[in-house]
């Protein structure tokens, strides 16, 4: 009888950890899963980054300047959409800035 008890100790042991094994497996592919029920390949990704550079809210980067901002974003009127920011030559890492790209202003 005391066998009987360990075997089906080790087989419940051994379900309980395939079942650990599974749940995970599941938690890791719903992260790769979108809203709409698509996968996202990395050149997907990399090709929607690069079509848009800059989100409508900026956080500046290390070495960066308004001018390189500007160049990349598509906004030469940064100063004037952020009276935040008092000195142009005064940006630092972690600035947070408003973008308007010149070409979303011309559909306005």
Partial sequence: MLRLNSSSTALAEAICGYCALFLALMLVLSCCESSDGEYYTVQQIQ??????????????????????????????????????????????????????????????
């Fill in 47 to 108: 090709k929607d980054h690069v079509e848009r550079p800059c989100d409508e809210i900026y956080v500046v980067r290390e070495g960066e300047t308004l001018h390189t901002i500007s160049e990349k974003c598509g906004d030469p009127y940064i100063v004037e959409e952020n009276p935040h920011i008092q000195d142009p030559d005064d940006v630092f890492p972690g600035l947070v800035i408003k973008i308007t790209p010149f070409k979303d202003r011309q559909r306005s």
